[in-house]
C-alpha cells in the first residue's frame, strides 16, 4: 500500500513528530511511504552543519535511511531564502503539481495542515 503525508507544520509542533512515528510504523510495516513538507514543515528537514542550525526535528534523516521518500516545495524554501545544500541529503524538491501527483497514486494520504 502506498501512504502520504503532507506536513505544515513546524518541528517543535505535535503533528511533526505524529508523522515520524506513523511513517517509521507504515515503512516498517512494509508500506511504501511519502512524505511531502510545506511552510513550516520543511524546517524539519535542515541539515544541522550546513543549515548553520541545531537539528531542530531529529529523525527525518533517518526515515530517509529506512526508504520514506521526502519532498519538499520549492517555492516554500524559496519564498524562506532557505538554499537546497542547507537540509538533509536526500530530500527532494517539487512542486505543487508533483504533490497532486503523489496525492493521486497514494493508497491512503494523512494530512497534517
Keep these: 500500500m502506498k501512504i502520504g503525508f503532507l506536513l ?3 518541528p517543535e509542533h505535535q503533528d511533526a513528530h505524529t508523522v515520524k512515528k506513523l511513517a517509521e510504523a507504515f515503512v516498517k510495516g512494509g508500506h511504501e511511504t511519502s512524505i511531502f513538507l510545506m ?3 520543511i524546517y524539519n528537514a535542515i541539515n544541522p552543519i ?4 541545531k537539528r531542530l526535528s531529529p529523525g527525518f534523516d533517518i526515515l530517509l535511511s529506512k526508504g520514506v521518500k521526502i519532498a519538499m516545495c520549492t517555492h516554500t524554501a524559496d519564498l524562506r531564502g532557505i538554499e537546497r545544500t542547507h537540509f538533509i541529503k536526500g ?3 517539487h512542486s505543487q503539481y508533483d504533490l497532486s501527483v503523489m ?3 497514494c493508497d491512503r494520504f494523512l494530512s497534517f495542515v
Design 91 to 93: 530530500v527532494d524538491f
Design 39 to 41: 511552510e513550516d514543515g
Design 50 to 53: 550546513t543549515g548553520g542550525n
Design 103 to 105: 496525492i493521486k497514486e
Design 8 to 10: 505544515h507544520k513546524s
